[in-house]
């Protein structure tokens, strides 16, 4: 069964504290591993997409990198904005319509 | 980014109405939309898939005459909650893919309550 897990559940850091969240999963062929953030009441915004092991992106303070069994969120220097929720998503192989199976989330506090 | 816009925002009804929500893709043409629900700290759940022109394809336990999703052109989809009940409440979120394009773009949700 594919299946996402993402930890820590909850994180808080201090302004400027460095961390990683971690996107575990198991699918049967990836199609693509998606970040997003979702805000309080709010829809998840899109981040990154990442396809195959070895890639990696950037988008200011965040990094994401993949390799065959997992993902990794960097979060460099974070400020209080970057507080939110982060989700992680898989697309599989077999999937042509684009349906997303995502994990938990990560609850992210930053603080001043 | 693309946008995706959905409406109400919010709204409250009695338990036994119906209650319709609508999904747009505003710069872009949405082969494929997707409904899901959210429930209070808990990760989004996918409730069904919808294609333009054709039925829905709902996910296992997701009652889909309680759950109608119409599908009617290439920039909006629609999903109305039959006799809602309090159980029903929850928010709601849909996402829009165009053809060709491995990015899903989210709506910003919508809350309902059931009274």
């Known amino acids: 069964e594919d299946q996402v897990t993402q930890s820590p559940e909850a994180l808080r850091l201090q302004e400027g504290e460095s961390s990683s969240l971690n996107c575990s999963y198991t699918?049967?062929?990836?199609?693509?591993l998606f970040w997003y953030r979702q805000d309080p009441g709010k829809g998840p915004e899109f981040l990154f997409t990442l396809y195959s092991a070895g890639e990696e992106k950037e988008k200011e303070r965040l990094k994401a990198t993949l390799t065959k069994k997992e993902s990794f969120l960097h979060i460099t220097a974070p400020k209080p904005e970057d507080s939110a929720t982060y989700l992680c998503a898989v697309q599989a192989a077999s999937s042509n319509t684009g349906k997303l199976i995502f994990g938990q989330g990560t609850t992210l506090q930053v603080k001043p | 980014g693309a946008v995706v816009s959905q409406h109400p925002s919010w709204v409250i009804c009695k338990s036994g109405t119906s209650v319709k929500i609508e999904c747009r893709s505003l710069d872009f043409q949405a082969t494929t939309m997707f409904w899901y629900r959210q429930f209070p700290k808990q990760s989004l759940m996918l409730m069904a898939t919808s294609n333009e022109g054709s039925k829905a394809t709902y996910e296992q336990g997701v009652e889909k005459d309680k759950f109608l999703i119409n599908h009617a052109s290439l920039t909006l989809s629609t999903l109305t909650v039959t006799s809602a009940h309090p159980e029903d409440s929850s928010f709601y979120i849909c996402s829009a893919r165009g053809a060709g394009g491995e990015e899903l773009f989210f709506g910003e949700g919508s809350r309902l309550t059931v009274l």
């Open positions: 699918v049967s062929g990836l199609r693509g």
